[in-house]
């Protein structure tokens, strides 16, 4: 009988991020995927990151994770989005190459030591005195474990919808998952269902490209991973996307097939994304809107198929069809496969602590879309979650939670316990009470001392971002002390369409104008007084860090100041499995939600929709006496 520490259920952006932690912290790791070719398949957009996403791919990337490295080596567009806002909204995504993505996500988890990849299908998870000990395969095999984290994505008891025509499946192509969610359901655990879905497929060379709108990437790219050579970067051809509209008469023919939509006519039970609706929803929920913008995307360099960003449908396939050649340049196209929804069972995140083990079975982590979530992004950073407190749970070992001052990571879980979700969720930035501090461009800072800890990121490594945060300190405590003024300076404040001055001002307070960049002062420093200014002249990486310490100085030190606070109520631990039930004194609704959602902190409290501040006023008197 085979026996390995930790076992992953799925090879999808979860899976990876967990198999790869787990082994690479030296537990003996075994990953079961139904085709190893398909690692890291992108089921539905060919993209990594966006608005909060991008987010995300920097934190899984700062705690040595792989998402950010595989999306550099085979991104075809990358783009910096929200440039014109502030810097707690830019948010990196790039455009991959779907055939490459998993050719590169297998390469990197296939070279990893302690990592056995077995392409089999778990039917049965094993647990003995709430604990799990094994699982079952359909190959019929029968495999010991310490810890299991399942990472089954869109695959249990997956069923496919175009039109009134279902198939099993766990996407296009792939086979469901059967028995898996029965088996955590004698355990006891919650399961419901929930929807998602995918747009048709264009032939790219049947569009008429002259009448779209194109939409270049950077032109500049950035990378996402610190890892990355950017000497070398970007490593492909990149490609543009396109923009386009529907209008009403592409809405009255998608509307002829209401009638047979499997959302429409009850097929469906499971909920839809609220954020990214299918295109029949949207016509119904805004319906004053005569169209709405559609991006043609293209599947990679060697592609023939095109994505239609905004049109994720189940409607027949003739609707899709007929509806598609109205849209202009697409007169003429071929649609190559249609779009398609999928409904599959999910677990509500109320069952899973901020660790992502379940509480109730030790040893068992749910990580991505089973725990109701929407993304790749959001998949990888809690497989990557889950992987590391697997692997510190059997070496005995502190587990590891996130704040929500800390990361997206750590908003991102303590929603999913506090709030739970009947919906998919996603991230956004609005998500996050703390944006500020927690931006893409410093998630190296945040978060890399963990990867160090983990041992997911190397002495080297972490040797070069304690001399970039030495450097930010210099150059924070330079820029305070040296005073520019003269002519030169007041042609760069005129150019920047600001105030001149008549006296000298030090450069941080220059840098505080908003239309000031730090790199048009830096060039004015005498370097012959400031010889130690030098250094900091050509070093946009450190440059930017100072410059946003220094413009948003205030409003950064207020985050700090509330996260301080709230510091006290995270530190107020409720003892495991506390009865709320016998304080009475609780409304009903909060004992209810207290004892559903199990909190472990007084701030967690706080948080649950249903708890009042009565509520948490008379848990804390209680827990004090």
Not at 447 to 471: A, R
Request: glycine letters at 8%; aromatic letters at 8%; hydrophobic letters at 35%.
């Amino acid at each position: 009988m085979k026996e390995f520490d930790v076992i992953v259920i799925g090879a999808g952006h979860a899976g990876i991020e967990a198999s790869y932690a787990s082994a690479k912290m030296g537990c003996n790791t075994a990953l079961i995927t139904l085709n190893s070719n398909k690692i890291g398949e992108m089921s539905c957009n060919p993209a990594i990151g966006g608005s909060a996403k991008g987010h995300l791919v920097h934190e899984i990337d700062s705690m040595g994770g792989v998402m950010g490295m595989v999306a550099d080596k085979t991104g075809i567009q990358f783009r910096i989005l929200n440039k014109s806002k502030g810097p707690a909204v830019w948010a990196g995504r790039c455009q991959s190459d779907r055939d490459l993505y998993p050719k590169e996500a297998g390469r990197v988890i296939k070279s990893t030591e302690n990592l056995t990849i077995l392409e089999d299908s778990v039917i049965k998870a094993i647990e003995e005195n709430n604990k799990i000990v094994g699982v079952k395969t359909k190959n019929g095999l029968e495999i010991k474990c310490k810890a299991i984290v399942v990472c089954s994505g869109t695959f249990l008891n997956g069923l496919m919808y175009t039109g009134l025509d279902s198939t099993p499946g766990g996407r296009f192509g792939d086979d469901p998952v059967l028995g898996l969610t029965e088996s955590f359901m004698n355990m006891g655990f919650e399961t419901g269902r929930l929807k998602t879905g995918t747009p048709p497929r264009l032939n790219k060379n049947s569009i008429d490209w002259t009448k779209l709108q194109e939409q270049p990437g950077d032109d500049i790219p950035e990378p996402f991973s610190f890892r990355t050579d950017k000497s070398l970067f970007p490593f492909l051809q990149q490609v543009p996307c396109h923009l386009v509209y529907t209008d009403e008469a592409v809405h009255k023919i998608l509307e002829k097939g209401f009638d047979r939509s499997p959302m429409f006519t009850g097929l469906i039970s499971g909920i839809g994304p609220r954020y990214c609706p299918s295109i029949e929803d949207k016509i119904v929920r805004f319906s004053d809107k005569k169209s709405h913008q559609l991006f043609l995307e293209p599947e990679g360099l060697k592609s023939e198929l095109i994505y239609v960003n905004g049109f994720p449908t189940s409607l027949p396939a003739e609707i899709q069809d007929e509806a598609i050649h109205k849209i202009k340049g697409l007169e003429d196209c071929k649609m190559e496969r249609p779009g398609y929804a999928i409904e599959y069972d999910y677990f509500p995140p109320y069952q899973v602590k901020n660790t992502l083990e379940t509480k109730k079975i030790g040893g068992l982590y749910f990580a991505g879309q089973v725990n109701g979530t929407s993304g790749y992004e959001e998949a990888g950073g809690q497989g990557m979650l889950a992987g590391i407190n697997a692997a510190l749970k059997i070496q005995g070992r502190k587990e590891f939670t996130l704040k929500r001052s800390e990361a997206y990571l750590g908003v991102l879980v303590d929603d999913l316990c506090t709030k739970s979700t009947s919906e998919p969720y996603r991230m956004f930035t609005s998500r996050a009470e703390h944006r500020l501090l927690l931006r893409q461009d410093n998630s190296d800072r945040r978060l890399m001392k963990y990867g160090h800890e983990f041992g997911l990121i190397s002495e080297n490594e972490y040797n070069e971002l304690k001399e970039k945060e030495l450097q930010i300190e210099v150059g924070i405590d330079l820029f305070d002390k040296i005073r520019l003024k003269g002519e030169e300076l007041n042609k760069v404040l005129e150019n920047a369409e600001t105030p001149s001055i008549d006296y000298g001002e030090t450069i941080s307070k220059l840098a505080k104008r908003p239309q000031i960049k730090l790199e048009n002062l830096v060039h004015l420093i005498d370097v012959e007084k400031h010889p130690e200014a030098e250094s900091f002249i050509d070093n946009k990486t450190v440059l930017q860090q100072v410059e946003i310490e220094l413009k948003y100085e205030g409003y950064i030190k207020r985050q700090y100041e509330v996260i301080e606070k709230m510091e006290k109520l995270e530190k107020a631990k409720i003892p495991e499995n506390f009865d709320f039930s016998i304080i009475k004194a609780i409304s009903t609704e909060g004992r209810e939600k207290l004892n559903k959602y199990k909190p472990g902190t007084i701030a967690q409290a706080s948080r649950i929709s249903g708890v009042t501040p009565s509520d948490i006023s008379v848990l804390l008197v209680y827990l004090k006496n």
